[in-house]
């Protein structure tokens, strides 16, 4: 499958921080109904280097320049943030675009950072495309008392960045992943979660020949969550909420460190070349479960993705042999909408089973719609009526969702 080059590159699972079993898209046998489901091996698309980088005050310098050289992105992490009234951060590329800006002040991205927040591990900025991040302290000049000469300790620290894979990086990580996969399949007798042929295709391929789920996909939202997890996410109704898989993350703590992309596809089918991607961080999460594998969270700057819509429920049980659609972003790439399936009759994925295991018995639906690690957390819609039918979670040839009706009987009420 064609891979896009930079910040999409590499295939991941994510691991929740809780402590409890997770599910996975990675996991390549659905569980019998006595034995519970196993945690995957958790797969990243960049790492994590450790630094230690203090803007203050009482010294000159007011920019930081942090590079790794052939890097696909870069993304600075703020273990404090103690800054007089006015003055500011910025984080952008060299060229000073893409420039986020950053304070204490309450509704900005870093929130209420303090000390105590910086106890608590700080806080990751955006990501800049690339290998180059700067970070730059703008002071307003303004010294009540003269602080700025009695308190050096005020200012800015960074501790550490996320950085993505360099080419020879990922080259070899998806080298091992063919042999990992290969060894499994012979183990097994499954492909992993790409049942045969990938048959997903890039979101703008469907822009003319099929509107609908085109125009549905928009809703769908790749994540990139602390520094260097991936999982997808989608709009549901018109009010400010998303969903997403518990075992991508579970507190409110984690979704205001997770990057949510809307707009995130290729401009033209087969192309390299995105659309401009929004970027918005998650905010808070106001329900999750582990047995239903479900995370129901808020964003911040709403108004910035109301334009790309939103997703209905289809609140029933799914029906054998019912047509599917699953808009996704596997293993992090620009939109992709998997919906044929060679296993099928007419070609169109469908419903397998209307009643499968998931985390409990009779608590998913599964289907043979491709996936792959990153697609954790997609809307799995109906093709008769254009609604989510499932939530996306599991892989194996048959993949699986839980089911929507069984989750909005949890949480409808906070719709």
């Excluded at 958790?42 to 980088?53: A, F, N």
């Excluded at 273990?79 to 509704?107: A, F, H, I, Q």
């Excluded at 044929?340 to 209307?354: T, Y």
């Amino acid at each position: 499958m064609r891979r896009v080059l930079g910040l999409a590159a590499g295939l991941v699972a994510v691991m929740a921080t809780t402590g409890v079993a997770i599910a996975s898209e990675n996991r390549n046998v659905p569980p019998p109904a006595t034995v519970a489901a196993q945690p995957a091996p958790v797969d990243t698309i960049g790492k994590i280097e450790q630094i230690g980088q203090l803007l203050d005050y009482a010294g000159a310098e007011r920019t930081k320049t942090f590079h790794h050289p052939g890097a696909s992105y870069m993304k600075v992490h703020f273990n404090r943030m103690l800054l007089l009234p006015g003055d500011y951060v910025t984080v952008s590329k060299p060229d000073g675009t893409d420039s986020e800006v950053y304070s204490g002040d309450p509704g900005r991205a870093l929130g209420d950072l303090t000390e105590g927040a910086a106890a608590d591990n700080g806080r990751w900025a955006m990501s800049v495309d690339g290998d180059t991040a700067v970070v730059t302290m703008h002071t307003k000049g303004l010294d009540p008392g003269g602080l700025r000469g009695r308190l050096a300790e005020l200012g800015v620290s960074v501790d550490r960045y996320a950085r993505g894979y360099t080419k020879s990086e990922r080259d070899a990580k998806e080298a091992a992943d063919r042999r990992a996969k290969a060894d499994e399949a012979r183990r097994t007798g499954q492909e992993e979660s790409v049942c045969g042929r990938d048959e997903k295709e890039d979101a703008a391929c469907y822009k003319s020949s099929d509107p609908v789920p085109y125009a549905r996909s928009k809703a769908v939202a790749r994540l990139l969550i602390n520094g260097v997890e991936l999982c997808s996410a989608w709009r549901v109704g018109p009010k400010n909420r998303m969903f997403t898989n518990h075992h991508c993350f579970t507190d409110s703590y984690d979704a205001r460190n997770t990057e949510v992309w809307f707009n995130y596809e290729c401009a033209v089918c087969g192309g390299w070349d995105t659309l401009k991607t929004t970027k918005v961080w998650g905010d808070q999460v106001l329900a999750t479960d582990d047995t239903l594998d479900y995370t129901l969270f808020t964003v911040q700057n709403f108004d910035a993705i109301t334009r790309f819509g939103y997703l209905q429920l289809d609140v029933r049980a799914p029906r054998k042999g019912e047509e599917l659609y699953i808009p996704q972003h596997p293993a992090g790439d620009p939109t992709k909408i998997a919906m044929d399936s060679p296993f099928e009759r007419n070609g169109n994925c469908s419903v397998a089973d209307p009643s499968y295991y998931g985390y409990d018995a009779g608590t998913d639906l599964s289907y043979y719609c491709d996936t792959e690690g990153g697609s954790s957390g997609s809307p799995v819609l109906s093709r008769a009526t254009n609604r989510v039918i499932g939530l996306h979670h599991f892989g194996g040839c048959p993949n699986s969702g839980v089911r929507i009706d069984l989750v909005y009987d949890r949480v409808g009420s906070l719709l």
